[in-house]
């Protein structure tokens, strides 16, 4: 099993940056993708980003592309989302997940684990 923890989320003014992070333990050998997913209120939870864990090929909403960056760091376990030009559109809650077979990784379904969330909000 896998255990994920997210971290670097706050508030922040539109136009400004954060950096999430999401500390993976556990038997973390059988990942074979990672990605974010987020969640504003009274919305279903929506795709952000996917990275594939050995070639760092990576995959975005297009409401983020251009603005955000995944990528990870294997010798820490530690997965990354890297958001400049921050809108207040992208206020919710972040989530990272695992994956440890291929598929279609804009999916829920095909993530095996997940984090808790943290919240990020952007203000006008």
């Known amino acids: 099993q896998v255990q994920l923890g997210e971290s670097g989320g706050g508030l922040v003014q539109a136009g400004g940056s954060l950096k999430l992070s999401c500390s993976a333990s556990?038997?973390?050998?059988?990942?074979?993708?990672m990605g974010w997913f987020r969640q504003a209120p009274g919305k279903e939870r929506e795709f952000v980003a996917t990275?594939?864990?050995?070639?760092?090929?990576?995959g975005y909403a297009d409401s983020v592309k251009g603005r955000f960056t995944i990528y990870g760091d294997g010798t820490k376990n530690t997965l990354y989302l890297q958001m400049n030009s921050l809108r207040p559109e992208d206020t919710a809650v972040y989530y990272c997940?695992?994956?440890?077979?291929?598929?279609?990784?804009?999916?829920?379904?095909?993530?095996?684990?997940w984090g808790q969330g943290t919240q990020v909000t952007v203000s006008s």
């Open positions: 997940a695992g994956a440890q077979s291929g598929g279609l990784l804009t999916l829920e379904s095909t993530y095996n684990y």
């Open positions: 556990g038997r973390t050998f059988s990942t074979y993708a």
């Open positions: 990275t594939i864990w050995n070639t760092g090929a990576t």
